[in-house]
């Protein structure tokens, strides 16, 4: 049986603070399921924002999207979870990243580490948390237990394999961007290659579980539940004319044919009803269930929510 839909938005602009709680309860009306906020420098700080986000709104959980960790150490950061979790009345998804602007780094002072280092600090944060969360000594507590709901975002195998043991919640872009790029425009993979990604992970859950059965002599509870796939969806147009679209999007993505782009669940082209169809598709070919979309998308994506509600 299919995951039902979820529906996230990611909210990344601050004004007021006015204005920031009509933009929460605009979202909640608009059937948002999670709102979301990123990790990046110029962005509101992610967990001040959810607090704020929570004393407005009563229905969405509320996520990082995602952490940037280089910007973080284990205790600082499992101090901060268990306080917005706590604040937000235990509504917190606590998303987390590898990071991948060099050029935020360098603004904050912070070390640029390799692929490798970020990923082992990605790790070893992961495991602390889990550690820390669960200790009953650890002041203040979440108010979820042992800990929020953890997603991780990313396509890379090393990645991918931590997120197999650990997420609930695996995060998939179907996107590739440069290290020393500014955050913006991303190269998308093919759709081939995205699927191969989320049957990577699918290999790596089933090792996950074989490990944890076997460490637990078949103790029954052993195996975790299967992660819930998200996907960050870069446009949302409402055009008549899908294929026209596509074309003048192939600029963007010069390795990719027409189809690729008609196919690819980074693009929603079409009327609402076209556009919950490709959801449709896209869940059974890969599996995701959870879509955030951009803030500048939310109004376009709002009828979509309606006609994909409760299917």
């Known amino acids: 049986m299919a995951r039902p839909f979820r529906f996230g938005v990611n909210l990344f602009t601050l004004a007021s603070a006015p204005a920031w ?11 948002y399921d999670v709102l979301l906020v990123p990790d990046h420098l110029g962005n509101p700080d992610p967990f001040a924002a959810l607090v704020a986000a929570a004393e407005t709104t009563e229905r969405p959980r509320l996520g990082t999207f995602v952490l940037n960790l280089g910007f973080w150490n284990p205790a600082l950061l499992a101090r901060s979870v268990a306080t917005c979790d706590t604040l937000t009345g235990g509504r917190l998804e606590l998303g987390l990243g590898a990071g991948y602007v060099k050029a935020e780094h360098d603004s904050a002072g912070l070390p640029f580490g390799s692929p490798r280092e970020r990923v082992d600090h990605l790790e070893h944060t992961v495991r602390e948390l889990e550690r820390l969360l669960a200790d009953p000594e650890q002041q203040p507590r979440p108010a979820q237990s042992p800990r929020p709901p953890l997603l991780l975002g990313g396509n890379g195998s090393r990645l991918l394999r931590v997120a197999a043991r650990h997420a609930e919640i695996a995060a998939f872009t179907g996107a590739v961007q440069a290290p020393d790029d500014a955050p913006g425009p991303v190269k998308l993979i093919s759709p081939a290659a995205l699927e191969e990604r989320v049957a990577a992970f699918r290999r790596f859950a089933g090792e996950a579980d074989a490990e944890a059965k076997a460490d637990a002599d078949g103790a029954a509870g052993a195996t975790r539940e299967p ?11 409402a055009t008549d004319d899908r ?3 596509a074309r003048e999007l192939q600029p963007y993505a010069p390795d990719l044919t027409e189809d690729q782009l008609l196919e690819h669940p980074a693009l929603l082209l079409g009327a609402p009803q076209d ?8 869940r059974e070919r890969f599996g995701f269930s959870y879509f ?8 376009a994506f709002a009828p979509v929510i309606e006609e994909l509600r409760d299917r």
């Open 21 to 31: 709680r009509e933009k929460c309860r605009r979202a909640e009306g608009l059937g």
């Open 227 to 237: 992660a819930e796939l998200n996907y960050l969806i870069q446009m949302v147009d």
């Open 243 to 245: 294929r026209a679209k």
């Open 275 to 282: 556009m919950a169809d490709q959801l449709r598709a896209q």
């Open 292 to 299: 955030t979309v951009l803030e500048h998308h939310m109004e």
